[in-house]
């Protein structure tokens, strides 16, 4: 017992830590330690949704339900004054901080079990920060290939949404984590295989920037504002209409 409070200290210290150096700002600095701590208990974040979608009914006849299944872009849609597609059957299954290996441990809970017509994946930004460790882009692939394979499978369509870009702006220095490049090259990736499996490709270049983030989006060069997600959801919804037609 006491070998794992200290086990549990030393992960919440060494969290602590790796958030200060990566922004001092106190709330996002309690927020990442807080994942730290969930991460010790639940790594795939199974608990988050859990109860929630056990009192989901099944759809009805003609409806089109989507799930946003994604990290805190996704998340956070809907908490400031844009909200989060009202009046529509759309789930939002968003974690912050988490990466393409847990979106896929929790997509059968999160995804499959609410018998979606359309799945949308907004994935690979803390993959590329190295939030749970290294990651490459094949790695990163072959998490979204999985996906991909179990929506398949359950007869979901899927909407492949690209990697916001980050800016170093709003007093953050964000590129470093998160090389434009290398977010870049991840979204050439998306695109490329949303052809290959019949996918639907959303695009965030047009309005949010295509190799940096336009300052006045962002609430600290990472994270989307509320102006952001009034110019993302017409596409989302684009992208999802297109994917519902395809055959």
């Given at each position: ?39 010790i208990h639940d790594?795939?974040g199974?608990?988050r949704?859990g109860s929630?979608n056990?009192?989901?009914?099944p ?9 946003f299944?994604?990290d ?10 844009t909200?989060?597609?009202p009046?529509?059957p759309?789930?939002n299954r968003?974690?912050?901080g ?20 359309v ?32 929506a398949?499978?359950n ?7 690209s990697i916001?870009?980050v ?5 953050s ?7 434009p ?7 050439e990736?998306l695109?490329e ?7 639907t490709?959303?695009?965030?270049a047009?309005v949010?920037?295509?190799r940096t983030?336009?300052?006045?989006l962002?609430?600290?060069g990472?994270?989307?504002n509320?102006?952001?997600y009034?110019r ?11 994917a519902?037609?395809?055959n």
């Amino acid at each position: 017992m006491k070998l794992l409070v200290r086990t549990i200290g030393f992960v919440a210290t060494g969290g602590l830590a790796w958030a200060q150096a990566a922004d001092p700002s106190v709330p996002q600095l309690l927020e990442r330690l807080e994942a730290q701590r969930r991460l010790i208990h639940d790594w795939a974040g199974l608990i988050r949704y859990g109860s929630a979608n056990t009192e989901v009914p099944p759809p009805k006849n003609g409806e089109i339900r989507v799930v946003f299944l994604g990290d805190e872009h996704i998340e956070r849609w809907g908490e400031g004054s844009t909200p989060f597609f009202p009046g529509k059957p759309f789930f939002n299954r968003g974690i912050t901080g988490q990466t393409t290996a847990q979106m896929l441990v929790r997509f059968r809970q999160d995804v499959v079990s609410l018998h979606p017509a359309v799945v949308l994946i907004q994935a690979g930004a803390n993959d590329l920060a190295g939030i749970a460790g290294p990651a490459t882009t094949p790695m990163i692939a072959e998490n979204i290939l999985s996906m991909l394979d179990l929506a398949k499978a359950n007869g979901i369509r899927v909407v492949l949404a690209s990697i916001p870009p980050v800016c170093d702006c709003a007093g953050s220095k964000q590129t470093a984590r998160r090389p434009p490049g290398k977010v870049m090259s991840v979204n050439e990736w998306l695109s490329e295989q949303a052809v290959k499996s019949g996918a639907t490709f959303l695009d965030y270049a047009p309005v949010l920037g295509a190799r940096t983030l336009k300052s006045e989006l962002t609430l600290d060069g990472f994270l989307l504002n509320d102006t952001a997600y009034e110019r993302i959801a017409p596409l989302a919804e684009k992208a999802i209409a297109a994917a519902v037609q395809k055959n």
